[in-house]
């Protein structure tokens, strides 16, 4: 059965309380199918909006599989481009910086911050070159606080409506995202499936087994871990324990401040999660990308309020790598078993695990 004969079936599935079909996690064919139908259309994390703030400035990222380029024009108009040479596929702008034009480190075409190309060496020696035929090819970008996105396609509806409410519900925690600071962004890789990490961070069923640490300061109590769903984006909100606040409990990570009150994850469709702990003002954002079927690369930009110190920042971020480890160990074992190919559907356990169907439910809308 194809891949698209399959899609059927798995919302069946999937609305009966059934995971995505194991093969989605395994085959190459689905990995392609992602590409076009999620990752050509969807808002990707590429880096800090405070990048881009003024006339010149670029910044320069991944959304999904596509290169992009973000430049604030003399003008300051923030556009966005296809960060890959028309002449013959290099890599245009590297990092990020000010720059007057981008200019291909391979054979110096040079295209304004317009995207346009202003200058192509010994292109005047070709009859019939015409500049104005290759200009950067534009994606459409935005930006939320200090955080920017890209989406490789250029008419996509904008930035707010992939967002929905979820700035008001981060608001919520007590984190002003315009008053955030970056502090740094790490670089990871897993040996799983994308899909396989998203439904491992949409669902804390895990936590008190796998997580005892994590787990001694969020209550991760059925009770009291509340799960919420909207349409692009969904919400974990786990209050902090009591014995953690007085400090009084042994083995706990660290003993949180009273700014943000709460843990809250957010996951916003397709791939990005937003982590803020509980303590002092944080957030971490993280985007999770395909490399394969069986494979995801993935970074981490860690953000803190200005009061923060050195200190607790590295208790906030030593906690999240914590539990990072933790879940990459369990993520390369799921896949080690999805692809097996014995197991062909897993069962959900919908009142912990609603999360993830809301999210198999997003991808096979996306795949249909
Ligand atoms: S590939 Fe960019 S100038 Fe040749
Ligand atoms: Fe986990």
Request: net charge negative.
């Amino acid at each position: 059965m194809s891949v698209l004969e399959s899609v059927a079936t798995a919302r069946e599935a999937v609305e009966a309380g059934y995971t995505l079909p194991a093969a989605w996690y395994a085959d190459p064919a689905v990995v392609e199918l992602e590409r076009s139908r999620i990752f050509a259309r969807s808002w990707q994390y590429v880096g800090r909006s405070g990048d881009v703030a003024e006339p010149g400035q670029f910044v320069s990222g991944m959304a999904g599989h596509v290169p992009v380029v973000a430049v604030r024009g003399r003008d300051g108009e923030l556009r966005g481009f296809v960060n890959v040479c028309r002449h013959r596929g290099h890599i245009v702008a590297s990092g990020c910086g000010r720059r007057e034009t981008l200019q291909c480190p391979y054979h110096a075409w040079t295209y304004g911050l317009d995207g346009s190309l202003r200058k192509a060496p010994r292109s005047e020696r070709e009859p019939g070159f015409d500049l104005g035929e290759w200009s950067l090819l534009p994606v459409a970008v935005g930006t939320w606080g200090p955080f920017l996105f890209a989406n490789p396609d250029p008419a996509a509806a904008p930035l707010v409506d992939a967002l929905g409410d979820l700035p008001d519900v981060v608001a919520g925690s007590g984190v002003d995202v315009g008053d955030l600071r970056f502090r740094e962004r790490r670089e990871w890789t897993a040996a799983a499936n994308w899909k396989v990490g998203i439904e491992n961070y949409l669902e804390c069923y895990h936590c008190s087994v796998a997580h005892p640490s994590f787990s001694k300061l969020i209550d991760v109590d059925p009770d009291q871990y509340q799960l919420r769903t909207a349409p692009t984006y969904s919400v974990q909100l786990g209050p902090i324990r009591e014995t953690a606040l007085t400090g009084e409990r042994r083995g706990i990570p660290y003993v949180p401040s009273r700014d943000v009150a709460r843990a809250q994850y957010h996951f916003l469709w397709p791939n990005i999660t937003i982590n803020i702990e509980p303590g002092p003002i944080n957030l971490g954002i993280d985007v999770w990308l395909p490399d394969g079927a069986g494979a995801t690369v993935g970074y981490s930009d860690q953000f803190f309020g200005p009061d923060v110190t050195e200190d607790q920042a590295r208790e906030v971020m030593e906690f999240g790598q914590q539990v990072a480890d933790e879940d990459t160990d369990l993520v390369i074992s799921v896949q080690r078993g999805l692809s097996s190919g014995m197991v062909p559907h897993g069962r959900l356990l919908l009142s912990s695990e609603g999360l993830i169907q809301h999210f198999a439910r997003l991808v096979v809308d996306a795949l249909e």
